[in-house]
């Protein structure tokens, strides 16, 4: 664990997640990915151990969206495409 991690904590999550906040849940965890670092798995965005708080974070919101793994896997995969 993160030294600042401890000191801020979880970021807190919306009362309501709304489409809005799932669209931002799969950004930060589309930016938020594990990279093998020589010293580990590190955030490739941010260099906190993998999953840092805002990976965590987006995958909070999205489960709290209801999403399946699936899904978020599809949403991730729209995420990367080219856009038109
Ligand atoms: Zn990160």
Avoid: Y
Avoid at 11 to 28: G, W
Avoid at 31 to 39: G, L, S, T
Avoid at 62 to 68: C, P, V
């Amino acid at each position: 664990m993160d030294s600042t991690d401890e000191f801020l904590g979880e970021l807190p999550l919306p009362p309501h997640v709304t489409a809005e906040d799932a669209t931002f849940a799969v950004k930060a965890v589309t930016v938020h990915v594990a990279k093998q670092w020589p010293d580990g798995l590190r955030c490739r965005n941010d260099r906190a151990p993998h999953p840092c708080r805002l990976h965590r974070w987006g995958r909070r919101v999205l489960d709290l969206r209801g999403l399946t793994d699936r899904q978020i896997r599809t949403l991730l995969a729209e995420q990367n495409a080219p856009q038109p």
